[in-house]
């Protein structure tokens, strides 16, 4: 089974450090996506990468940068939290022209 | 920009009752992607439709997209207490590898 495995389950950080979510994925997926999935807005994409060292901006890429350094890993920073930042983040990883395996997710709460 | 759009938004039946989702995309679609997302949990991939009024079937499922490939539907038969969680659909952004995934459809099963 292909594993998608996101560091933490759950984060709490203050407002105003930087937060490193890290992805593995172990199936040599050349496609690697950070979405926030929050109530009534569903899932939004952050930032996309289909190679390594590679990277597209999404529909919310503001306050976040990525990192792909190796294949199989997939960070996104978050350079300065804030509360809006607060949400659900999932990672998911692809083979171009099929479906997505995502991540258990990390909640991240910034207080 | 490209939107999909789902309803209905919620979703509440007793068991052994029937379910569809119905799902809309603003442009048409190369393909179209299911999710389910369990209370808790992560979206797992269902299914992809690729052929304009293609319907597949995964045992109580049905899944079928439309001629034009622009709208796409779920159907439940005889709902479980299983079934619950949240239904996404998903479609492909222009040529890209990134998903617009609609809001979702949640479901919940009176046993």
């Known amino acids: 089974d292909v594993k998608v495995t996101q560091s933490s389950r759950y984060l709490v950080k203050r407002t105003g450090e930087k937060v490193f979510l890290e992805c593995v994925q172990d199936?040599?997926?050349?496609?690697m996506f950070w979405y926030r999935q929050d109530p009534g807005l569903g899932l939004r994409l952050i930032y996309f990468?289909?190679?390594?060292?590679?990277?597209e901006k999404g529909d919310i890429p503001e306050g976040y940068s990525v990192s792909r350094e190796k294949k199989e890993r997939f960070s996104l920073i978050l350079e300065s939290a804030s509360t809006n930042q607060t949400s659900m983040y999932l990672c998911?990883?692809?083979?171009?022209?099929?479906?997505?395996?995502f991540g258990s997710g990390t909640r991240l709460t910034v207080v | 920009g490209q939107q999909v759009m789902q309803i209905p938004q919620y979703q509440h039946v007793q068991e052994g009752e029937d379910f569809t989702t119905y799902c809309n995309s603003s442009?048409?679609?190369?393909?179209i992607q299911w999710y389910k997302q369990r209370p808790g949990g992560h979206p797992v991939f269902l299914i992809q439709?690729?052929?304009?009024?293609e319907v597949k079937k995964q045992k109580r499922l049905t899944f079928q997209f439309g001629e034009a490939k622009k709208n796409s539907s779920l159907h439940i038969t005889a709902t479980q207490t299983t079934d619950v969680g949240t239904y996404f659909c998903?479609?492909?952004?222009?040529?890209?590898?990134?998903?617009?995934f609609g809001k979702g459809t949640k479901l919940t099963v009176n046993p």
């Open positions: 998911a990883s692809s083979f171009s022209g099929h479906g997505y395996t």
């Open positions: 199936m040599d997926h050349e496609n």
């Open positions: 990468s289909y190679d390594v060292k590679m990277k």
């Open positions: 442009t048409t679609l190369s393909n």
């Open positions: 439709l690729v052929k304009s009024g």
């Open positions: 998903a479609g492909p952004q222009g040529g890209s590898e990134k998903l617009v």
